[in-house]
Nanobody, 114 residues
Framework: VQLQASGGGLVQAGGSLTLSCTAS????????MGWYRQAPGKQRELVAT???????EYADSVKGRFTISRDNAKNTVYLQMNSLKPDDTAVYYC?????????WGLGTLVTVSS
C-alpha cells in the first residue's frame, strides 16, 4: 500500500487547512486510517484515527478543532484542521493498518505562524 499525503502549508494562527491522503490498493474500505504528527525535537504522536467503520478517535489536544473523515470511493482520508495554533506545527504523516501490514506515507509539513 502506498500513501500520498498533500495539503500542508503555512497558515496563520486561527486559520484552517485540510490534509488529504490517498491510498493505493483495492481494499481501501477495509483499512483503518490515521494521521500522526511529529514536531521538531519531539516524538511522533497520534492525531486522529478513523477505522473501516468510520469510527473516529482524537488526541485530546485536537478534539473540537480537527475532524478526520474518509471517502472510500476516492481511496482518500482527510484531516480538516480548524483554529490552528503554533503548537500544531509539525510534519503530518498518514498511516494505515491493513491485514497485509502497516504503512506510512511521506509527511506533509504544516507550519502555523503566530
Amino acid at each position: 500500500v502506498q500513501l500520498q499525503a498533500s495539503g500542508g502549508g503555512l497558515v496563520q494562527a486561527g486559520g484552517s487547512l485540510t490534509l488529504s491522503c490517498t491510498a493505493s490498493g483495492t481494499f481501501f474500505s477495509t483499512y483503518d486510517m490515521g494521521w500522526y504528527r511529529q514536531a521538531p525535537g519531539k516524538q511522533r504522536e497520534l492525531v486522529a484515527t478513523i477505522n473501516y467503520g468510520s469510527s473516529t478517535e482524537y488526541a485530546d489536544s485536537v478534539k473540537g478543532r480537527f475532524t478526520i473523515s474518509r471517502d472510500n470511493a476516492k481511496n482518500t482520508v482527510y484531516l480538516q484542521m480548524n483554529s490552528l495554533k503554533p503548537d500544531d506545527t509539525a510534519v503530518y504523516y498518514c498511516y494505515t493498518r491493513t491485514l497485509a501490514g502497516n504503512y506510512w506515507g511521506l509527511g506533509t509539513l504544516v507550519t502555523v505562524s503566530s
